[in-house]
């Protein structure tokens, strides 16, 4: 008897950690940039504009909203960024840009999944750097959307405290 029930404990914590496994292998899948993209700058290129892109952490969890955020210039993908990650990207000059910002969230009363998107316009200069902060913004009712300012660079440096570097930011961390 002592032994059925020591063999059934070890079954369902065998269950448990596959699924706890299998959640976490599934809910990250990282920031990832869109080297294809017409604005990443080849490397060698000798004009580009060194762009940050930062997205902090939050108080509390955000629902559909904590998961990756997708950034698109001019109508195309050029990265997806994690919670709690900061990347850099090197991009070809560009007088004016549309950066438009897309998640999930869950909106009205029934918390029906609606897709949020904002569009926010950008110069990039070559020589120049730029960060990006991405907030969220909650609306309640209304959803939750993000905002791109660009700060400088003390604000950007004490933000990338507590954020991960991923991609081209781990060779060059703020």
């Given at each position: 008897m002592?032994?059925?029930c020591?063999?059934?404990?070890?079954?369902?914590?065998?269950?448990v950690s596959?699924?706890?496994?299998?959640?976490?292998a599934w809910?990250?899948?990282?920031t990832?940039v869109?080297?294809d993209h017409?604005?990443?700058?080849a490397?060698?290129?000798?004009l580009f504009a060194t762009?940050?892109?930062?997205?902090?952490l939050?108080?509390?969890a955000m629902g559909?909203s904590d998961d990756?955020?997708?950034?698109s210039?001019d109508?195309?993908k050029?990265?997806?960024?994690?919670?709690?990650?900061y990347t850099?990207v090197?991009?070809?000059?560009?007088v004016r840009?549309?950066?438009?910002?897309e998640?999930?969230s869950?909106?009205?009363?029934?918390w029906?999944?609606?897709?949020?998107?904002?569009?926010y316009?950008?110069?990039?200069?070559?020589g120049e750097?730029?960060f990006?902060?991405?907030?969220?913004?909650?609306?309640?009712?209304?959803?939750v959307?993000f905002?791109a300012?660009?700060?400088?660079m003390?604000?950007a440096?004490q933000?990338?405290?507590?954020?991960?570097?991923?991609?081209?930011?781990?060779?060059?961390?703020?």
């Amino acid at each position: 008897m002592l032994k059925r029930c020591f063999d059934n404990f070890k079954f369902l914590i065998f269950i448990v950690s596959i699924g706890l496994g299998g959640c976490t292998a599934w809910s990250w899948n990282g920031t990832q940039v869109n080297a294809d993209h017409h604005l990443v700058s080849a490397a060698g290129e000798p004009l580009f504009a060194t762009v940050y892109f930062l997205r902090p952490l939050t108080e509390r969890a955000m629902g559909f909203s904590d998961d990756a955020l997708s950034i698109s210039l001019d109508g195309n993908k050029l990265l997806t960024l994690e919670k709690g990650d900061y990347t850099l990207v090197y991009m070809r000059p560009r007088v004016r840009t549309t950066m438009t910002l897309e998640n999930l969230s869950e909106v009205g009363p029934f918390w029906k999944t609606k897709k949020m998107d904002k569009d926010y316009e950008f110069g990039f200069t070559a020589g120049e750097t730029y960060f990006i902060v991405l907030e969220p913004v909650d609306g309640e009712f209304r959803g939750v959307y993000f905002t791109a300012r660009n700060v400088d660079m003390f604000t950007a440096k004490q933000l990338a405290q507590n954020l991960r570097p991923s991609g081209e930011a781990r060779k060059a961390p703020l």
